[in-house]
């Protein structure tokens, strides 16, 4: 048998660990990301994307071998900046979410839209809505992010934004 044939054979039993995202898989991730920011675990349960990941996600792209190239580059050198800016944000927004905890406020998890981002494979611009309750107050809140698709799970992107 020829090294060949093995490469062909452990290509097709790794297809068969990768499936299309489904709304399930959003609505799942969409669950983490709430519970990432609202809960008082410090766990990190949607993971930035790590750089050999993004790369791949790169060469997925409909894009010329000189704008992957190009857009590797930049990714390369802002990767670390970009990181820290999802970390903090997360950071900010877990402090917040302390507070509000404290004083009585309830999350509960509702909906996550998505949309592909556009000219793009395996990128989604991601929109998780969730009850907001304090006392009298109740009100929808939503997160928006972006994710990656990788074949079997979801990553983050970009920051996780609040918006009202």
């Keep these: 048998m020829s090294i060949r044939y093995f490469a062909f054979v452990f290509c097709l039993a790794g297809f068969g660990f990768s499936h299309a995202q489904t ?3 959003f609505d799942d991730a969409g669950k983490r990301i709430l519970s990432m920011v609202t809960d008082s675990a410090v766990t990190q349960i949607v993971h930035y994307i790590r750089k050999p990941q993004y790369f791949e996600l790169v060469d997925r792209q409909p894009i010329s071998d000189y704008q992957k190239t190009l857009l590797k580059e930049k990714l390369n050198d ?3 900046k970009d990181h820290s800016v999802m970390e903090n944000a997360l950071a ?3 402090a917040s979410y302390a507070i509000e905890r404290k004083e009585g406020a309830t999350f509960e998890y509702y909906e996550t839209l998505n949309e592909p981002l556009r000219n793009s494979t395996d990128t989604y ?3 998780t ?3 907001y309750r304090n006392g009298k107050v109740q009100t929808i809140v939503s997160f928006e992010y ?4 990788l074949g079997d799970h979801f990553a983050l992107i970009s920051e996780i934004r609040e918006s009202f």
Excluded: F, H, M, P
């Design 129 to 131: 809505n969730y009850i």
């Design 125 to 127: 611009a991601v929109k």
């Design 78 to 80: 802002d990767y670390s």
């Design 146 to 149: 972006e994710l990656a698709w």
């Design 23 to 25: 709304q399930e898989d």
């Design 92 to 94: 900010g927004l877990r």
